[in-house]
């Protein structure tokens, strides 16, 4: 039962606890308010049969009509924009078929942009965003959109 930073832990008076600020990607949320529980159970067990909420957070998904992934022509080829959040990792794929997705490009954060050259590439070409989970480095095989 740790306790915010700069007060003690209930179960000693010195122990060390940990604290962390996340971002974390649940997915496309209709506009809302929602709560996050978050539970804690008994340090002295290794598993906890009824474990309590330690914190209800509380957070609006405001409407929105901004989209997730613009593209516009530039001389060379193409610019996408990707919005998104902080501390997310995405990456870019890119497809001629639509079934065997390439990536492209890895980013964490966001917004950002990604110029693609199509000097090379396919007449036709498509582009998606994936959000990576945490421990994924590499593009992992997905179906279509």
Known sequence: MYQKQGEFCALCFDCPYHTDTNTAVLGSLPPGTYQLI?????????WDPFPLPHLIMWFEVPASADQTVTATRTPAG?????????????IVESSSTLTNWTGIHTN??????????QLGLAEHQFYRVRVLSDGISAPAPAPPP
């Open 78 to 90: 193409l610019r996408l924009n990707v919005a998104g959040v902080t501390g997310a990792s995405y």
């Open 108 to 117: 964490t954060g966001a917004p950002f942009h990604l110029d693609v050259e």
């Open 38 to 46: 978050i539970y804690m159970s008994d340090p002295l067990f290794d």
